[in-house]
């Protein structure tokens, strides 16, 4: 007999029969009444009540039947929602396994006009995994997890602290190796991302130990982004680590320019030397850019395509820029004196250009008053020390995350793969250093590899300069780093 079950986009059942589809209208003791699911089509046919035989065929349809293509996409989805509720693969990853199967099955069934998109049946694959998870809790101060859903996958405490204070809740995982790990780390690096946690929850705060190599050592689930929860997430570490016999005591953290972090961890660890990221030196530097409106200026493909400005005005003005980033790399007693020469001889002659200059005095090269004091954001220790100077492998890693948890998962689904995600970086910090080195230093974000991987050469050649022609090497040595990549 041609009939099979497959279900909607809300998961309720769908009876395939003959070419039609029908819907659950009616249950009666002894049968259930199906109705064509194509309105305003009233044909119906009744069902046993164990849905294995049927008691009355149906009438004439008035609608036309479904297609075979029709039927294939309704199989096809019904197979992953099945798949989605017993394994653990990403969804996006069991939707394109599917496409695939189905073109391989059916090699001329034009699939791009009969399959629906992953953005609209998402939601309904997602529900249906939903359902192996217990439900989820509608507000962070009430909600328990069960004790199955507090260890690691061979059993061992995962869930170290769960603290609820006032309406904010914090969960922290991590376990025995990677507290050991991160004791082991003179150099931490920390980072929030935003698009893997669960909805409850205002970030994913992640601390990563560098010992040759970057690993991920504590997750943090938190609702707040403040100094305050910083500190906790600190202090309980120092707690745990304490508990467990080991002693943490970082000599350099790397983190990006948000104060919040910066303050606890100096309230913390007040003798650790706290070092901002390189990249978003730069980064903030550009924005601001883009801010006084000096984009055309400044940026050579932009400036290209202007006639406003002569050759020597916009190779002053990229000069003038990348003076502003390489203060970052120049040992911290020739930033002011570098500045000060960058802005006689390259201030370009633009209404915002003298506000840029009184931008970067006031927030980075004053000695007395800046707002983010120079062994912030000066990387020119890390660069003598060949240390990292960016957090390009934490944002590396952060879209690893990304591409293995759903945006904004169920919280029992982002532990669940926190859990698997864990184990997996177990096995990179017992391989060998220089294997592990070789993985990890292709992991950085999109559109950060070129900014930071002329910096060591760079360094190093202007080790060939005196200090009285320091800003010879900017102009000479920093235009080559400028310059876009071409695609191969």
């Known amino acids: 007999m041609d009939m099979y079950f497959t279900t909607t986009n809300r998961n309720a059942l769908v009876l395939n029969y003959k070419g039609f589809q029908y819907t659950l209208k009616r249950e009666h003791k002894d049968n259930n009444e199906w109705r064509c699911r194509t309105r305003p089509c009233t044909t119906s046919l009744s069902l046993s009540r164990d849905s294995k035989s049927i008691i009355r065929e149906p009438d004439v349809h008035t609608c036309i039947p479904h297609s075979s293509e029709e039927f294939i996409v309704d199989a096809t989805v019904a197979r992953m ?31 791009g006009s009969f399959f629906p998109l992953l953005d609209s049946i998402d939601a309904s694959l997602y529900r249906r995994r939903a359902k192996n998870y217990p439900k989820l809790p509608t507000n962070v101060e009430d909600f328990v997890l069960p004790d199955g859903w507090k260890l690691g996958l061979h059993g061992e405490p995962f869930l170290l602290v769960d603290e609820t204070y006032g309406k904010n809740r914090l969960l922290m995982f991590a376990s025995d190796w ?29 601390l990563f130990g560098f010992n040759n190599f970057m690993i991920p050592c504590v997750y943090c689930l938190t609702t707040k982004k403040d100094e305050n929860v910083y500190v906790k997430i600190l202090q309980h570490l120092l707690t745990i680590a ?34 901002g990221c390189f990249f978003h030196y730069a980064q903030s530097l550009w924005r601001k850019v883009q801010e ?36 970052a790399l120049i040992p911290p007693n020739l930033v002011e004196k570098t500045w000060i020469e960058a802005m006689d001889e390259k201030t370009p002659t633009h209404r915002s250009s003298v506000k840029f200059n009184d931008y970067m005095v006031s927030t980075y090269v004053d000695i007395t008053s800046s707002r983010y ?12 020390k060949n240390l990292p100077r960016t957090n390009n492998h934490v944002e ?93």
Request: proline share 5%.
């Open 242 to 275: 304490s508990q467990k016999g080991v002693i943490l005591n970082p000599t350099r953290i790397t983190c990006d320019f948000e104060l919040a972090t910066i303050n606890a961890f100096r309230a913390i660890f007040n003798a650790v030397h706290i070092s």
């Open 81 to 111: 929602k099945k798949r989605a509720a017993q394994e653990t693969l990403p969804i996006p990853q069991i939707y394109s396994q599917e496409i695939v199967k189905i073109r391989i099955d059916n090699p001329t069934l034009d699939t």
């Open 178 to 206: 990677s507290i050991r790990f991160l004791s082991s780390c003179s150099q931490w690096h920390s980072d929030g991302t935003f698009k893997c946690r669960p909805l409850l929850f205002e970030q994913v705060y992640i």
């Open 373 to 384: 004091p120079m062994e912030l954001w000066n990387v020119n220790d890390a660069l003598r």
């Open 292 to 327: 006084l409106g000096l984009t055309r200026l400044v940026n050579p493909s932009n400036a290209r395509r202007s006639s406003k400005f002569s050759n020597e005005a916009r190779k002053n003005a990229k000069d003038w820029f990348m003076a502003a980033i390489g203060l």
């Open 396 to 488: 590396g890693y952060n879209g690893r995350l990304g591409s293995l948890f759903p945006v904004h998962p169920h919280l029992f689904r982002f532990i669940e793969r926190l859990r698997d995600e864990h184990v997996y970086q177990y096995h990179l910090a017992e391989q060998p250093t220089d294997i592990l080195q070789s993985t990890c230093q292709g992991v950085t974000g999109k559109g950060k590899r070129v900014a930071c991987k002329h910096v060591p050469a760079l360094y190093f050649a202007l080790l060939d300069y005196d200090e009285n022609k320091l800003y010879e090497a900017f102009t000479d040595r920093l235009q080559q780093w400028h310059q876009p990549t071409r695609k191969s």
